[in-house]
């Protein structure tokens, strides 16, 4: 009725307009007509529209209630892992040198091959050496020559000294040229000693069983012999099964294996302890070793502490220097309270929760939140299996007003059965 009333009275104006405003503005009918139409166009539609705007909803009523999901926590029997990085290394590493010089004549294995300890891989030309040989024999010979001949002396001079024919002076000039004799013969030996050890060096094998790397002397180059820098590398061997992988404990966790090895849980701190790894490419953690060497101080600059795991290698998946991923045990099994890691809220200081209590109101509460697992948040402090807590929605809840929850289970991941958490 307001409404006809209004129109009603605007037409009536907008009459009188159309009648008198020639004649009082000089202005044509047409041109008046056309401005007074939208001026009441445009009053029409603000006063039809200015209630719709000016409507707001009241506060409390049900629709103007925040939806929001609310689930209870999830409880389950885990134990916390510690994550780190290692690099594998091999157990045993040689560089093979040449231990006596000479011109390489063969080389006797494939790049990268495997070999057994004993495997003959280079051969130098043995043939300066066996002269070596030859002549020390042959000087040995001569030694073993004069002893004989020195002791038939002796033996000859033993009666005429007795009957005083020949001198005593005599007798030990020759009872000493034995002994001269029979100590160059001694030398001799040791030469031929020597030579032998110097030809067999000219024919080297490989001192360890594993992987052979590249060549890096091809045959008919001369090589430089001995363990000084300046001589001749001519390959490397690595052993492959078993491999060790070393990683670094800080001195927290450090710390943390020792409390849990005093306790009876089985800790890293000491030889026997098991670590999971796992290559850049896998998921999970599906190879076991056990730590077999701890070092006997920590590094004072890193303040870390060496230490090494042994793994089997049977299939020869790792390499010496690849990096690889592992976790060691650092904690006890324990019942834990998990929740979706979106439930926990954060401020400047603190990190809490939304419980929705009795009425449906909502109460904020702090907690102190711990490792993922399976893709929920550890709630170590602050939170009961028993609480609704706001999962979906929670930026859109505020302490004290109410709210309307939505109830329903937490969903848990394929994993749910996974007694591990990887901190």
Do not use: C
Request: hydrophobic residues 40%.
């Amino acid at each position: 009725m307001r409404m006809r009333w209004f129109l009603s009275v605007v037409t009536a104006v907008a009459a009188g307009l159309v009648i008198g405003a020639p004649m009082v503005t000089g202005r044509s009918l047409a041109t008046l007509t056309n401005d007074l139409s939208n001026q009441v166009r445009a009053l029409t539609e603000n006063t039809v529209r200015a209630p719709q705007q000016a409507s707001t909803a009241v506060p409390g009523a049900p629709g103007a209630l925040q939806s929001v999901t609310v689930s209870q926590p999830v409880t389950r029997e885990i134990v916390e892992w510690d994550e780190a990085t290692g690099r594998f290394d091999a157990p045993e590493s040689v560089e093979i040198r040449a231990r006596v010089a000479g011109y390489l004549e063969d080389v006797l294995f494939r790049d990268g091959q495997d070999v057994a300890k004993g495997d003959l891989l280079f051969v130098i030309d043995p043939r300066p050496y066996e002269f070596a040989l030859a002549q020390a024999q042959a000087e040995l010979a001569q030694a073993r020559t004069r002893i004989s001949n020195a002791s038939l002396d002796v033996e000859r001079a033993r009666p005429l000294v007795e009957r005083k024919v020949v001198s005593e002076k005599t007798f030990d000039d020759r009872a000493n040229l034995q002994r001269e004799a029979e100590s160059a013969a001694k030398v001799a030996e040791e030469k031929v000693k020597v030579a032998e050890f110097d030809l067999s060096f000219t024919r080297m094998t490989a001192p360890i069983a594993g992987r052979i790397g590249r060549r890096l002397v091809t045959a008919g180059n001369y090589v430089i012999a001995g363990g000084a820098s300046g001589a001749t590398t001519l390959a490397t061997i690595v052993s492959q099964d078993p491999i060790y992988l070393y990683f670094d404990i800080t001195e927290s966790d450090a710390l943390k294996y020792k409390r849990l090895t005093a306790r009876g849980v089985g800790g890293a701190d000491h030889p026997g302890a098991e670590v999971e790894a796992a290559l850049p490419d896998e998921a999970g953690y599906p190879h076991l070793g056990r730590v077999d060497f701890l070092d006997n101080r920590l590094d004072p600059g890193t303040g870390t502490l060496r230490a090494r795991a042994v793994f089997e290698n049977k299939d020869r998946l790792f390499a010496p220097g690849q990096f690889a991923r592992l976790r060691l045990q650092g904690s006890p099994r324990y019942s834990a309270t998990l929740v979706p890691d979106e439930a926990i809220g954060a401020d400047q200081a603190n990190r809490y929760v939304m419980v929705v209590g009795a009425g449906d109101v909502p109460v904020r509460r702090t907690v102190k939140p711990g490792p993922l697992v399976d893709g929920l948040r550890v709630v170590r402090e602050g939170l009961g299996a028993d609480d609704w807590i706001v999962v979906k929605g929670l930026t859109r809840v505020r302490p004290g007003v109410k709210v309307a929850p939505k109830r329903e289970p937490i969903k848990v991941s394929d994993q749910a059965n996974s007694p591990s958490v990887t901190r």
